[in-house]
């Protein structure tokens, strides 16, 4: 049952620190998304890649976040400076890359900025 | 940009009874609408989609249907179960030929009571 995998599970920082968040899409996914998840805001898509490429970015604070994907089978998100407003849930998400495919999502990273 | 609205925030039915989540989104352009589910503290995840060339699709106990006319879209979940306790989204996207970029609605919290 292949499956999303994000690295750390849980994060906790202080105000300022980098953030480095990991996600390994399913084998053979060429899109990769990343969504963060808060209670006043829900779901929202910061950034996707198709063939590692981005193709989006528009939902993500350029100031603080990057994204990239140095290669097919990892791709990352970081914060830099973290502040205590992005605490949150980042989810990575890959689909096959056609459209209207589903996303199959990763556990999440919780983030806890102090 | 897309922009999904959905109702009820909050939905509280009987063992057994029907539940019914109800969408409607601003882009007539949108024709793929996915719903997840989404456990406390778990991932989301697909319970079922509904595309923009059908107007109703059942998987047992889950049914969705579509009216493009009106946008908007609703799940249909019957003889509920304790188990299907958990916040549901639904989510627009459209044709774009870059891939699915989903804008969520806001969540319903769905508890199934005994």
């Known amino acids: 049952d292949a499956r999303v995998t994000q690295t750390p599970r849980h994060k906790v920082t202080e105000m300022g620190q980098e953030v480095t968040m990991r996600c390994q899409p399913i084998?053979?996914?060429?899109?990769v998304f990343w969504y963060r998840q808060t209670m006043m805001q829900g779901l929202e898509l910061l950034a996707y890649f198709r063939n590692r490429a981005p193709l989006d970015d528009s939902g993500m604070p350029k100031d603080r976040f990057s994204a990239e994907m140095p290669d097919a089978t990892l791709a990352t998100l970081k914060i830099q400076p973290s502040e205590p407003r992005d605490s949150a849930v980042y989810f990575c998400a890959s689909a096959m890359g056609t459209e209207q495919e589903t996303q199959y999502f990763g556990p999440g990273t919780r983030l806890l900025v102090l | 940009g897309e922009n999904v609205e959905q109702h009820p925030s909050t939905l509280s039915v009987q063992e057994g009874d029907s539940a019914v989540i109800k969408c409607t989104y601003s882009d007539s352009a949108s024709n793929y609408f996915p719903w997840y589910k989404q456990e406390l503290g778990k991932r989301p995840q697909l319970i079922i989609d509904?595309?923009?060339?059908?107007g109703e699709k059942k998987d047992q106990r889950i049914a969705v249907t579509l009216n493009k006319t009106a946008k908007h879209f609703s799940l249909h979940i019957t003889e509920t179960q304790p188990e299907d306790s958990a916040v549901y989204f639904c989510a627009a996207s459209p044709f774009t030929g870059g891939g699915n970029k989903l804008t969520f609605g806001t969540g319903t919290q769905l508890k199934v009571e005994l």
């Open positions: 084998l053979g996914h060429n899109t």
């Open positions: 509904i595309r923009s060339n059908v």
